[in-house]
Protein backbone atom coordinates (compact mmCIF):
# COMPACT_ATOMS: atom_id res chain seq x y z
CA UNK A 1 0.00 0.00 0.00
CA UNK A 2 1.56 3.43 -0.78
CA UNK A 3 2.17 5.57 2.12
CA UNK A 4 2.71 9.06 2.04
CA UNK A 5 1.71 12.06 3.91
CA UNK A 6 -0.18 14.24 1.60
CA UNK A 7 -2.21 17.44 1.19
CA UNK A 8 -4.12 19.47 -1.50
CA UNK A 9 -5.57 22.73 -0.97
CA UNK A 10 -9.00 23.21 -2.95
CA UNK A 11 -9.54 26.39 -4.67
CA UNK A 12 -12.77 26.79 -5.94
CA UNK A 13 -12.26 29.68 -8.51
CA UNK A 14 -13.93 30.61 -11.64
CA UNK A 15 -12.63 31.53 -14.54
CA UNK A 16 -12.34 34.90 -16.28
CA UNK A 17 -11.37 34.81 -20.30
CA UNK A 18 -13.17 37.91 -22.02
CA UNK A 19 -14.03 41.22 -21.01
CA UNK A 20 -17.62 39.71 -21.54
CA UNK A 21 -19.52 38.86 -18.72
CA UNK A 22 -20.73 34.85 -18.97
CA UNK A 23 -24.33 36.09 -18.53
CA UNK A 24 -23.82 37.29 -21.93
CA UNK A 25 -23.67 33.40 -22.99
CA UNK A 26 -26.90 31.77 -22.29
CA UNK A 27 -27.15 28.16 -20.71
CA UNK A 28 -27.40 25.45 -23.25
CA UNK A 29 -29.99 22.40 -21.73
CA UNK A 30 -28.22 19.55 -22.22
CA UNK A 31 -30.95 16.01 -23.51
CA UNK A 32 -31.99 13.64 -21.76
CA UNK A 33 -33.18 10.72 -22.75
CA UNK A 34 -30.79 8.46 -25.22
CA UNK A 35 -30.22 5.05 -25.56
CA UNK A 36 -26.83 5.46 -24.04
CA UNK A 37 -28.96 6.44 -20.57
CA UNK A 38 -30.95 3.13 -20.17
CA UNK A 39 -28.07 1.08 -20.19
CA UNK A 40 -27.83 -0.16 -17.14
CA UNK A 41 -26.08 -3.26 -17.10
CA UNK A 42 -22.77 -2.13 -14.82
CA UNK A 43 -24.12 -0.40 -12.55
CA UNK A 44 -23.02 -2.49 -9.84
CA UNK A 45 -19.94 -2.93 -10.67
CA UNK A 46 -17.43 -3.86 -14.31
CA UNK A 47 -17.80 -7.44 -13.69
CA UNK A 48 -13.99 -7.71 -15.25
CA UNK A 49 -11.23 -10.01 -14.29
CA UNK A 50 -7.92 -9.16 -15.29
CA UNK A 51 -4.68 -11.24 -15.92
CA UNK A 52 -1.52 -10.82 -14.42
CA UNK A 53 0.05 -8.24 -16.07
CA UNK A 54 2.82 -8.17 -18.87
CA UNK A 55 4.48 -6.19 -21.74
CA UNK A 56 2.45 -7.40 -24.17
CA UNK A 57 -0.64 -7.33 -22.18
CA UNK A 58 0.06 -3.83 -21.13
CA UNK A 59 0.81 -2.70 -24.79
CA UNK A 60 -2.56 -4.21 -26.04
CA UNK A 61 -4.60 -2.05 -23.01
CA UNK A 62 -2.60 0.53 -24.54
CA UNK A 63 -4.08 0.30 -28.14
CA UNK A 64 -7.81 -0.43 -26.92
CA UNK A 65 -7.26 2.61 -24.58
CA UNK A 66 -6.75 4.88 -27.64
CA UNK A 67 -9.15 3.60 -30.02
CA UNK A 68 -11.98 2.98 -27.45
CA UNK A 69 -11.15 7.03 -27.16
CA UNK A 70 -11.05 7.58 -30.64
CA UNK A 71 -13.99 5.27 -31.37
CA UNK A 72 -15.85 7.91 -28.40
CA UNK A 73 -15.17 11.28 -30.13
CA UNK A 74 -15.46 10.18 -33.28
CA UNK A 75 -17.99 7.05 -34.69
CA UNK A 76 -21.50 8.66 -35.16
CA UNK A 77 -23.50 5.81 -33.32
CA UNK A 78 -21.55 6.82 -30.17
CA UNK A 79 -21.80 10.74 -30.82
CA UNK A 80 -25.56 9.82 -31.11
CA UNK A 81 -26.04 8.82 -27.80
CA UNK A 82 -27.04 5.10 -28.75
CA UNK A 83 -24.44 3.24 -26.85
CA UNK A 84 -23.06 3.96 -23.33
CA UNK A 85 -19.63 3.65 -23.99
CA UNK A 86 -18.22 3.55 -20.77
CA UNK A 87 -20.30 -0.08 -20.88
CA UNK A 88 -19.38 -0.93 -24.17
CA UNK A 89 -15.60 -1.12 -22.78
CA UNK A 90 -16.48 -3.54 -20.27
CA UNK A 91 -18.87 -5.88 -23.09
CA UNK A 92 -15.47 -5.70 -25.38
CA UNK A 93 -12.74 -6.56 -22.37
CA UNK A 94 -13.06 -10.07 -21.02
CA UNK A 95 -12.65 -11.15 -24.91
CA UNK A 96 -9.96 -8.79 -25.43
CA UNK A 97 -8.08 -9.42 -22.50
CA UNK A 98 -8.04 -13.68 -23.93
CA UNK A 99 -6.27 -12.65 -27.25
CA UNK A 100 -2.76 -14.52 -27.28
CA UNK A 101 -1.50 -12.67 -30.18
CA UNK A 102 -1.82 -9.85 -32.11
CA UNK A 103 -3.98 -11.64 -35.39
CA UNK A 104 -6.07 -12.47 -32.50
CA UNK A 105 -6.31 -9.04 -30.97
CA UNK A 106 -6.94 -7.36 -33.99
CA UNK A 107 -9.81 -9.48 -35.52
CA UNK A 108 -11.41 -8.57 -31.58
CA UNK A 109 -11.12 -5.34 -32.22
CA UNK A 110 -12.42 -5.35 -35.75
CA UNK A 111 -15.58 -7.77 -35.30
CA UNK A 112 -15.97 -5.24 -31.66
CA UNK A 113 -15.63 -1.73 -34.21
CA UNK A 114 -18.61 -3.43 -37.23
CA UNK A 115 -21.09 -4.09 -34.55
CA UNK A 116 -21.70 -0.59 -34.44
CA UNK A 117 -22.81 -1.17 -38.30
CA UNK A 118 -21.49 0.72 -41.67
CA UNK A 119 -20.55 4.45 -41.54
CA UNK A 120 -22.20 6.69 -43.71
CA UNK A 121 -20.43 9.35 -46.13
CA UNK A 122 -20.06 12.08 -44.32
CA UNK A 123 -20.68 15.14 -46.25
CA UNK A 124 -19.95 18.02 -43.98
CA UNK A 125 -16.89 16.37 -42.92
CA UNK A 126 -13.82 18.75 -43.79
CA UNK A 127 -10.33 18.30 -43.83
CA UNK A 128 -7.96 19.70 -41.04
CA UNK A 129 -7.45 23.44 -41.39
CA UNK A 130 -3.73 23.75 -42.79
CA UNK A 131 -3.37 27.39 -40.43
CA UNK A 132 -4.62 25.18 -37.12
CA UNK A 133 -2.00 25.92 -34.38
CA UNK A 134 -2.74 22.19 -33.37
CA UNK A 135 -3.59 19.71 -35.70
CA UNK A 136 -5.13 16.12 -34.65
CA UNK A 137 -2.60 13.52 -34.16
CA UNK A 138 -3.44 10.09 -35.45
CA UNK A 139 0.51 8.93 -36.22
CA UNK A 140 -0.40 6.22 -33.71
CA UNK A 141 -2.70 4.91 -36.04
CA UNK A 142 -0.22 4.77 -39.06
CA UNK A 143 2.43 3.38 -37.05
CA UNK A 144 0.42 1.22 -34.79
CA UNK A 145 1.77 -2.43 -34.79
CA UNK A 146 -2.23 -3.23 -35.83
CA UNK A 147 -3.11 -5.04 -39.25
CA UNK A 148 -3.74 -2.63 -42.63
CA UNK A 149 -7.74 -3.58 -42.23
CA UNK A 150 -7.70 -2.51 -38.66
CA UNK A 151 -5.62 1.02 -40.02
CA UNK A 152 -7.96 1.15 -43.17
CA UNK A 153 -11.31 1.25 -40.58
CA UNK A 154 -10.17 4.00 -38.12
CA UNK A 155 -9.10 5.95 -40.79
CA UNK A 156 -12.66 5.43 -42.76
CA UNK A 157 -13.76 6.75 -39.56
CA UNK A 158 -12.11 9.60 -38.91
CA UNK A 159 -12.84 10.58 -42.37
CA UNK A 160 -16.57 10.35 -41.76
CA UNK A 161 -16.38 11.19 -38.50
CA UNK A 162 -19.78 12.24 -36.07
CA UNK A 163 -20.51 16.00 -37.13
CA UNK A 164 -22.49 18.01 -34.62
CA UNK A 165 -23.89 17.92 -31.47
CA UNK A 166 -22.75 15.12 -29.90
CA UNK A 167 -23.67 12.90 -26.36
CA UNK A 168 -20.07 13.37 -24.50
CA UNK A 169 -19.51 16.95 -25.86
CA UNK A 170 -21.07 20.25 -25.78
CA UNK A 171 -18.98 23.06 -27.27
CA UNK A 172 -19.24 26.66 -26.50
CA UNK A 173 -19.99 28.06 -29.69
CA UNK A 174 -18.31 31.62 -28.88
CA UNK A 175 -15.13 30.20 -27.29
CA UNK A 176 -14.58 27.13 -29.23
CA UNK A 177 -14.16 25.21 -25.71
CA UNK A 178 -15.73 22.00 -24.84
CA UNK A 179 -17.73 21.07 -21.57
CA UNK A 180 -17.92 16.99 -20.90
CA UNK A 181 -21.63 15.79 -20.71
CA UNK A 182 -23.23 12.69 -19.92
CA UNK A 183 -20.42 11.96 -17.93
CA UNK A 184 -21.33 9.62 -14.84
CA UNK A 185 -19.27 9.52 -11.72
CA UNK A 186 -20.15 6.31 -10.58
CA UNK A 187 -19.78 7.35 -7.32
CA UNK A 188 -21.48 4.06 -6.16
CA UNK A 189 -19.05 1.71 -7.25
CA UNK A 190 -16.82 0.27 -4.04
CA UNK A 191 -13.02 0.93 -5.55
CA UNK A 192 -11.07 -0.60 -6.06
CA UNK A 193 -12.66 -2.22 -9.42
CA UNK A 194 -10.17 -2.78 -12.23
CA UNK A 195 -12.71 -2.11 -15.02
CA UNK A 196 -13.73 1.18 -13.13
CA UNK A 197 -10.06 2.21 -12.57
CA UNK A 198 -9.25 1.63 -16.62
CA UNK A 199 -12.08 3.43 -17.15
CA UNK A 200 -11.22 6.30 -15.18
CA UNK A 201 -7.69 6.14 -16.86
CA UNK A 202 -9.46 6.25 -20.71
CA UNK A 203 -11.60 8.71 -19.99
CA UNK A 204 -8.71 11.33 -18.75
CA UNK A 205 -6.02 10.38 -20.64
CA UNK A 206 -8.42 10.73 -24.16
CA UNK A 207 -10.32 13.87 -22.62
CA UNK A 208 -6.29 15.87 -22.26
CA UNK A 209 -5.29 14.06 -25.77
CA UNK A 210 -8.23 15.76 -27.93
CA UNK A 211 -9.47 18.65 -25.66
CA UNK A 212 -6.46 19.94 -24.00
CA UNK A 213 -5.14 23.00 -25.71
CA UNK A 214 -1.82 22.54 -23.56
CA UNK A 215 -0.60 19.15 -23.90
CA UNK A 216 1.97 19.75 -25.74
CA UNK A 217 3.61 21.78 -22.94
CA UNK A 218 3.24 18.74 -20.34
CA UNK A 219 6.71 17.73 -18.85
CA UNK A 220 6.09 14.29 -20.10
CA UNK A 221 5.23 13.45 -23.05
CA UNK A 222 1.62 13.13 -23.31
CA UNK A 223 1.50 9.89 -25.63
CA UNK A 224 3.56 8.10 -23.31
CA UNK A 225 1.63 8.69 -20.24
CA UNK A 226 -1.30 5.76 -21.09
CA UNK A 227 1.36 3.04 -21.06
CA UNK A 228 2.74 4.12 -17.69
CA UNK A 229 -0.06 4.25 -16.00
CA UNK A 230 -1.96 1.51 -17.10
CA UNK A 231 0.00 -1.30 -15.18
CA UNK A 232 -0.24 1.33 -11.69
CA UNK A 233 -3.92 1.80 -11.94
CA UNK A 234 -4.89 -1.84 -12.50
CA UNK A 235 -2.17 -2.92 -9.61
CA UNK A 236 -4.29 -0.13 -6.75
CA UNK A 237 -5.39 -2.08 -3.65
CA UNK A 238 -7.71 -0.24 -1.97
CA UNK A 239 -9.46 3.49 -2.37
CA UNK A 240 -6.82 5.63 -0.81
CA UNK A 241 -4.22 4.05 -3.87
CA UNK A 242 -7.31 4.73 -6.49
CA UNK A 243 -7.25 8.58 -5.64
CA UNK A 244 -3.79 8.87 -5.06
CA UNK A 245 -3.34 7.03 -8.10
CA UNK A 246 -5.69 9.35 -10.11
CA UNK A 247 -4.06 12.55 -8.53
CA UNK A 248 -0.62 11.66 -9.64
CA UNK A 249 -2.05 11.14 -13.55
CA UNK A 250 -3.81 14.48 -13.00
CA UNK A 251 -0.64 16.34 -11.63
CA UNK A 252 0.93 15.22 -14.77
CA UNK A 253 -0.65 17.71 -16.82
CA UNK A 254 1.06 20.62 -15.17
CA UNK A 255 -1.63 22.70 -14.98
CA UNK A 256 -2.54 24.94 -11.64
CA UNK A 257 -6.37 24.38 -13.53
CA UNK A 258 -6.42 20.78 -12.66
CA UNK A 259 -7.87 21.34 -9.03
CA UNK A 260 -10.46 19.13 -7.47
CA UNK A 261 -13.85 19.32 -6.49
CA UNK A 262 -14.43 15.99 -4.56
CA UNK A 263 -14.49 12.33 -4.71
CA UNK A 264 -10.90 12.21 -2.23
CA UNK A 265 -13.03 10.96 0.59
CA UNK A 266 -9.98 8.85 1.35
CA UNK A 267 -7.09 11.50 1.03
CA UNK A 268 -9.34 14.13 3.04
CA UNK A 269 -8.94 11.83 6.07
CA UNK A 270 -5.31 11.24 5.18
CA UNK A 271 -5.04 14.71 5.34
CA UNK A 272 -5.99 15.08 9.34
CA UNK A 273 -8.10 17.21 10.52
CA UNK A 274 -5.93 19.51 12.78
CA UNK A 275 -4.51 23.30 11.98
CA UNK A 276 -1.28 24.61 12.95
CA UNK A 277 -2.42 28.31 14.50
CA UNK A 278 -0.14 29.88 11.84
CA UNK A 279 -0.19 30.21 8.20
CA UNK A 280 3.19 29.34 6.57
CA UNK A 281 4.58 30.10 2.88
CA UNK A 282 8.18 29.23 1.02
CA UNK A 283 10.13 32.59 1.44
CA UNK A 284 14.22 31.99 -0.15
CA UNK A 285 13.47 28.00 -0.32
CA UNK A 286 12.83 27.93 3.67
CA UNK A 287 9.15 27.49 5.17
CA UNK A 288 8.61 30.49 6.71
CA UNK A 289 6.04 31.37 9.47
CA UNK A 290 4.30 34.27 8.16
CA UNK A 291 0.92 35.28 9.80
CA UNK A 292 -1.01 33.62 12.88
CA UNK A 293 -4.60 33.35 12.00
CA UNK A 294 -5.47 34.11 15.76
CA UNK A 295 -2.85 36.16 17.25
CA UNK A 296 -3.90 35.45 20.26
CA UNK A 297 -2.26 31.61 20.59
CA UNK A 298 0.99 32.68 19.09
CA UNK A 299 2.15 33.25 23.14
CA UNK A 300 1.08 29.39 22.92
CA UNK A 301 2.48 28.65 20.12
CA UNK A 302 5.64 30.53 20.33
CA UNK A 303 7.06 30.72 17.25
CA UNK A 304 7.70 34.31 15.94
CA UNK A 305 6.44 35.49 12.39
CA UNK A 306 9.64 34.88 10.31
CA UNK A 307 10.81 31.85 11.78
CA UNK A 308 12.29 28.88 9.42
CA UNK A 309 10.54 25.19 10.02
CA UNK A 310 13.12 22.74 8.87
CA UNK A 311 11.47 19.35 10.05
CA UNK A 312 8.50 17.81 11.16
CA UNK A 313 8.36 15.02 13.45
CA UNK A 314 11.96 14.30 12.59
CA UNK A 315 11.64 14.65 8.57
CA UNK A 316 13.27 17.71 6.60
CA UNK A 317 10.60 19.83 4.42
CA UNK A 318 12.86 19.69 1.81
CA UNK A 319 12.26 15.67 1.84
CA UNK A 320 8.22 15.78 2.36
CA UNK A 321 8.21 18.17 -0.41
CA UNK A 322 10.42 16.19 -2.75
CA UNK A 323 7.53 13.52 -2.25
CA UNK A 324 4.82 14.99 -2.21
CA UNK A 325 5.51 16.78 -5.64
CA UNK A 326 4.09 14.47 -7.96
CA UNK A 327 0.77 15.06 -5.91
CA UNK A 328 0.02 18.41 -6.76
CA UNK A 329 -1.24 19.75 -10.16
CA UNK A 330 0.26 22.78 -10.93
CA UNK A 331 1.59 24.62 -13.59
CA UNK A 332 5.26 25.70 -12.27
CA UNK A 333 7.00 25.48 -9.51
CA UNK A 334 6.07 28.37 -7.66
CA UNK A 335 2.30 27.38 -7.91
CA UNK A 336 3.33 23.85 -6.53
CA UNK A 337 5.08 25.49 -3.15
CA UNK A 338 1.63 27.54 -2.88
CA UNK A 339 -0.36 24.68 -2.23
CA UNK A 340 1.82 22.54 -0.08
CA UNK A 341 2.71 25.04 2.15
CA UNK A 342 -0.59 24.95 3.43
CA UNK A 343 -0.49 21.16 3.95
CA UNK A 344 2.82 20.49 5.43
CA UNK A 345 1.90 20.87 9.35
CA UNK A 346 -1.60 19.16 8.99
CA UNK A 347 -2.11 16.34 10.91
CA UNK A 348 -4.83 14.08 12.75
CA UNK A 349 -2.72 14.29 15.66
CA UNK A 350 -3.31 16.61 18.44
CA UNK A 351 0.58 17.72 18.49
CA UNK A 352 3.32 17.56 16.14
CA UNK A 353 7.00 18.09 16.87
CA UNK A 354 8.93 20.67 14.72
CA UNK A 355 12.90 22.09 14.32
CA UNK A 356 12.49 25.16 13.46
CA UNK A 357 15.18 28.09 13.47
CA UNK A 358 14.73 31.63 15.27
CA UNK A 359 17.34 34.64 14.60
CA UNK A 360 20.14 31.78 13.71
CA UNK A 361 19.55 29.95 16.72
CA UNK A 362 18.40 26.35 16.17
CA UNK A 363 15.37 24.85 18.28
CA UNK A 364 12.70 22.19 18.78
CA UNK A 365 9.51 23.05 19.52
CA UNK A 366 5.40 20.66 20.03
CA UNK A 367 3.37 22.69 18.06
CA UNK A 368 -0.35 22.14 19.41
CA UNK A 369 -2.99 21.67 16.28
CA UNK A 370 -6.38 23.06 16.28
CA UNK A 371 -9.69 21.93 14.85
CA UNK A 372 -10.34 24.12 11.42
CA UNK A 373 -13.21 26.14 13.24
CA UNK A 374 -11.07 27.39 15.90
CA UNK A 375 -9.51 29.07 13.89
CA UNK A 376 -9.73 32.53 11.27
CA UNK A 377 -8.22 31.13 8.49
CA UNK A 378 -8.59 33.14 5.85
CA UNK A 379 -9.24 32.63 2.09
CA UNK A 380 -6.17 32.05 -0.45
CA UNK A 381 -8.43 34.38 -2.49
CA UNK A 382 -8.01 37.41 -0.36
CA UNK A 383 -4.00 37.21 -0.49
CA UNK A 384 -1.44 36.44 1.88
CA UNK A 385 -3.78 38.54 4.36
CA UNK A 386 -6.55 38.82 6.00
CA UNK A 387 -9.35 40.78 4.21
CA UNK A 388 -12.05 43.16 6.04
CA UNK A 389 -14.86 42.44 3.33
CA UNK A 390 -16.02 45.75 4.86
CA UNK A 391 -13.71 47.32 3.97
CA UNK A 392 -13.80 48.86 0.06
CA UNK A 393 -11.19 48.12 -2.31
CA UNK A 394 -9.46 51.46 -2.57
CA UNK A 395 -7.84 54.16 -0.63
CA UNK A 396 -5.31 56.54 -0.47
CA UNK A 397 -1.47 55.90 0.54
CA UNK A 398 0.99 57.94 1.88
CA UNK A 399 2.19 60.67 -0.81
CA UNK A 400 -1.07 60.93 -2.76
CA UNK A 401 -0.72 57.32 -4.40
CA UNK A 402 -3.97 55.20 -5.04
CA UNK A 403 -3.84 51.94 -4.04
CA UNK A 404 -6.91 48.85 -5.34
CA UNK A 405 -7.15 45.58 -4.32
CA UNK A 406 -9.28 43.14 -6.16
CA UNK A 407 -10.20 40.87 -3.26
CA UNK A 408 -13.26 42.83 -2.81
CA UNK A 409 -13.59 45.12 -5.84
CA UNK A 410 -17.11 45.32 -7.31
CA UNK A 411 -18.45 47.12 -10.61
CA UNK A 412 -19.92 49.78 -8.64
CA UNK A 413 -16.72 50.94 -7.51
CA UNK A 414 -15.23 51.67 -11.08
CA UNK A 415 -16.67 55.13 -11.14
CA UNK A 416 -15.50 56.35 -7.30
CA UNK A 417 -11.78 55.10 -8.29
CA UNK A 418 -11.85 57.27 -10.85
CA UNK A 419 -13.24 60.04 -9.77
CA UNK A 420 -11.11 59.58 -6.55
CA UNK A 421 -7.53 58.75 -8.05
CA UNK A 422 -7.61 61.07 -11.56
CA UNK A 423 -4.92 63.49 -9.88
CA UNK A 424 -3.17 61.01 -7.57
CA UNK A 425 0.59 60.71 -8.07
CA UNK A 426 0.05 57.17 -9.03
CA UNK A 427 -2.17 53.59 -8.71
CA UNK A 428 -1.25 50.54 -7.46
CA UNK A 429 -3.95 47.89 -8.56
CA UNK A 430 -2.80 44.52 -5.82
CA UNK A 431 -3.42 41.55 -7.94
CA UNK A 432 -2.02 39.42 -5.22
CA UNK A 433 -5.07 37.39 -4.50
CA UNK A 434 -8.32 36.65 -6.89
CA UNK A 435 -10.74 38.85 -8.27
CA UNK A 436 -14.30 39.49 -6.43
CA UNK A 437 -15.70 40.62 -9.34
CA UNK A 438 -15.11 39.09 -13.12
CA UNK A 439 -16.17 41.97 -15.32
CA UNK A 440 -14.48 45.08 -12.47
CA UNK A 441 -10.99 44.03 -13.90
CA UNK A 442 -11.41 44.37 -17.61
CA UNK A 443 -13.99 48.06 -16.72
CA UNK A 444 -11.10 49.78 -14.70
CA UNK A 445 -8.50 48.64 -17.48
CA UNK A 446 -10.09 51.24 -19.81
CA UNK A 447 -9.08 54.46 -17.27
CA UNK A 448 -5.57 53.40 -18.60
CA UNK A 449 -6.07 53.15 -22.01
CA UNK A 450 -6.15 56.33 -24.71
CA UNK A 451 -7.58 53.93 -27.43
CA UNK A 452 -8.57 50.98 -27.83
CA UNK A 453 -6.13 48.53 -27.69
CA UNK A 454 -6.05 44.47 -28.31
CA UNK A 455 -4.41 42.57 -25.10
CA UNK A 456 -4.23 38.74 -25.97
CA UNK A 457 -5.72 36.21 -28.65
CA UNK A 458 -7.48 32.65 -27.85
CA UNK A 459 -7.32 29.48 -29.61
CA UNK A 460 -10.06 27.13 -29.10
CA UNK A 461 -11.04 23.32 -29.99
CA UNK A 462 -13.38 21.88 -33.18
CA UNK A 463 -15.92 19.55 -31.70
CA UNK A 464 -15.98 18.19 -35.12
CA UNK A 465 -12.31 17.38 -35.36
CA UNK A 466 -11.05 16.68 -32.18
CA UNK A 467 -7.44 17.51 -31.38
CA UNK A 468 -7.54 20.52 -33.89
CA UNK A 469 -6.98 23.93 -32.05
CA UNK A 470 -7.61 27.09 -34.20
CA UNK A 471 -7.10 30.94 -33.53
CA UNK A 472 -10.39 32.28 -33.13
CA UNK A 473 -11.28 35.13 -35.34
CA UNK A 474 -11.59 38.02 -32.74
CA UNK A 475 -9.31 39.63 -30.23
CA UNK A 476 -9.94 40.58 -26.68
CA UNK A 477 -10.03 44.62 -26.38
CA UNK A 478 -9.55 47.31 -23.67
CA UNK A 479 -12.60 49.42 -24.92
CA UNK A 480 -11.33 52.86 -24.55
CA UNK A 481 -14.50 54.36 -23.01
CA UNK A 482 -13.74 57.61 -24.11
CA UNK A 483 -13.32 59.62 -20.65
CA UNK A 484 -10.05 61.29 -19.56
CA UNK A 485 -6.93 58.31 -20.03
CA UNK A 486 -5.04 57.86 -16.50
CA UNK A 487 -1.69 58.98 -17.71
CA UNK A 488 0.47 58.58 -14.85
CA UNK A 489 2.13 55.47 -13.44
CA UNK A 490 0.02 52.46 -12.42
CA UNK A 491 1.72 49.73 -10.52
CA UNK A 492 0.51 45.98 -10.71
CA UNK A 493 1.40 43.59 -8.46
CA UNK A 494 1.33 40.18 -8.82
CA UNK A 495 2.98 36.72 -7.21
CA UNK A 496 2.05 32.90 -7.07
CA UNK A 497 -1.34 33.47 -5.76
CA UNK A 498 -2.43 35.60 -8.85
CA UNK A 499 -4.01 32.64 -10.56
CA UNK A 500 -6.49 31.89 -13.63
CA UNK A 501 -9.29 35.44 -14.05
CA UNK A 502 -6.16 37.38 -11.87
CA UNK A 503 -3.66 36.45 -14.39
CA UNK A 504 -6.21 37.46 -17.14
CA UNK A 505 -6.55 40.80 -15.20
CA UNK A 506 -2.89 41.58 -15.06
CA UNK A 507 -2.87 41.25 -18.70
CA UNK A 508 -5.71 43.90 -18.99
CA UNK A 509 -3.83 46.07 -17.00
CA UNK A 510 -0.47 45.60 -18.92
CA UNK A 511 -1.89 47.59 -21.83
CA UNK A 512 -2.31 50.63 -19.87
CA UNK A 513 -0.23 53.31 -21.03
CA UNK A 514 2.10 53.76 -18.46
CA UNK A 515 1.67 50.04 -16.59
CA UNK A 516 5.08 48.55 -14.59
CA UNK A 517 4.13 44.95 -13.33
CA UNK A 518 6.45 43.84 -10.10
CA UNK A 519 6.82 40.91 -8.06
CA UNK A 520 7.27 37.19 -8.96
CA UNK A 521 5.79 34.03 -11.07
CA UNK A 522 2.02 33.58 -11.48
CA UNK A 523 0.17 30.52 -11.41
CA UNK A 524 0.40 30.06 -14.66
CA UNK A 525 -3.28 28.74 -16.17
CA UNK A 526 -5.49 31.13 -18.15
CA UNK A 527 -8.45 30.49 -20.12
CA UNK A 528 -11.79 28.53 -19.54
CA UNK A 529 -11.90 25.47 -17.60
CA UNK A 530 -14.13 22.70 -18.00
CA UNK A 531 -15.40 20.29 -15.89
CA UNK A 532 -13.84 16.87 -15.75
CA UNK A 533 -16.05 13.82 -13.77
CA UNK A 534 -14.13 10.16 -13.32
CA UNK A 535 -15.01 7.09 -11.83
CA UNK A 536 -15.55 7.55 -8.24
CA UNK A 537 -17.01 10.89 -7.61
CA UNK A 538 -13.71 12.25 -8.56
CA UNK A 539 -14.31 15.90 -10.39
CA UNK A 540 -11.49 18.22 -11.63
CA UNK A 541 -11.02 20.42 -13.87
CA UNK A 542 -8.75 21.89 -16.82
CA UNK A 543 -7.15 24.39 -18.87
CA UNK A 544 -9.51 23.96 -21.99
CA UNK A 545 -9.12 27.34 -24.06
CA UNK A 546 -5.77 28.52 -25.35
CA UNK A 547 -5.02 32.51 -24.20
CA UNK A 548 -1.88 34.15 -25.18
CA UNK A 549 -0.78 38.10 -25.24
CA UNK A 550 -1.34 39.92 -28.21
CA UNK A 551 2.46 39.71 -29.65
CA UNK A 552 1.89 36.09 -29.44
CA UNK A 553 3.79 35.56 -25.97
CA UNK A 554 2.85 32.12 -23.89
CA UNK A 555 0.55 32.56 -20.90
CA UNK A 556 0.34 28.63 -19.64
CA UNK A 557 2.78 27.07 -17.34
CA UNK A 558 4.63 30.53 -17.62
CA UNK A 559 1.90 33.08 -15.88
CA UNK A 560 2.60 37.06 -16.01
CA UNK A 561 6.18 37.61 -16.62
CA UNK A 562 6.99 40.64 -13.79
CA UNK A 563 8.54 44.05 -15.51
CA UNK A 564 10.63 44.12 -11.94
CA UNK A 565 11.21 40.94 -10.06
CA UNK A 566 10.55 41.62 -6.33
CA UNK A 567 9.68 38.64 -3.71
CA UNK A 568 9.05 39.00 0.13
CA UNK A 569 12.37 37.97 2.03
CA UNK A 570 12.74 36.30 5.36
CA UNK A 571 13.93 39.74 6.76
CA UNK A 572 10.62 41.65 5.95
CA UNK A 573 8.30 38.77 7.04
CA UNK A 574 10.05 39.22 10.43
CA UNK A 575 9.63 42.89 10.02
CA UNK A 576 5.96 42.58 8.89
CA UNK A 577 6.98 44.39 5.48
CA UNK A 578 5.14 44.21 2.19
CA UNK A 579 8.68 44.34 0.14
CA UNK A 580 6.59 44.74 -3.48
CA UNK A 581 3.99 47.37 -2.18
CA UNK A 582 7.35 49.42 -1.17
CA UNK A 583 8.99 48.42 -4.27
CA UNK A 584 5.32 49.99 -6.01
CA UNK A 585 5.72 53.05 -3.86
CA UNK A 586 9.21 53.70 -4.39
CA UNK A 587 8.63 53.56 -8.81
CA UNK A 588 5.96 56.23 -8.28
CA UNK A 589 7.88 58.02 -6.54
CA UNK A 590 10.85 58.16 -8.85
CA UNK A 591 11.40 61.14 -11.11
Not at 2 to 12: D, S
Request: proline share 4%.
Amino acid sequence: MKRIFFLFIIIILPLLTDCKDDADNPPIEIEIGFPADKDKEFDQGSAVSFPELNGQLTDNLELLGRIWGFLKYHHPEVGKGNYNWDYELFRVLPEYLRATNNTERDRILLDWINKYGEIPACKTCRETNPNAYIKPDHLWIENGAMNNTLKAKLKDIYQNRHQGKHFYILMDENYHYNEFIHERDYSNIIFPDAGFDLLALYRYWNIIYYFSPYKYLTDKNWDDILSEYIPLILTVENRLEYELTITQLITETNDTHAIFFSGRSQLEELKGNKYPPFQTRFVEGKLVVSLYYNPELQATSGLEIGDIITHINGEKVESMVSKLMKYYPASNEAAKLLYISSDLLRSNQNNITIQYNSMGQADQKEIHLFDRYMLNIHSMNDGWNKLDKNEKCYKFLEGNIGYVTLANIIDEDITAIKESFINSKGIIIDIRNYPSSKTAPSILSSFFVSESKEFSFLFGGNRDNPGEFSYLPFRNIIHYDGGKSYEEKLIVLIDEITFSAAEYAAMCFRAGLNTTIIGSTTAGAVGKNPTIVLPGGITTTMTGLGTRFSDGTETQRIGIVPDVWVEPTIEGIRQGRDELLEMAIKLINEE
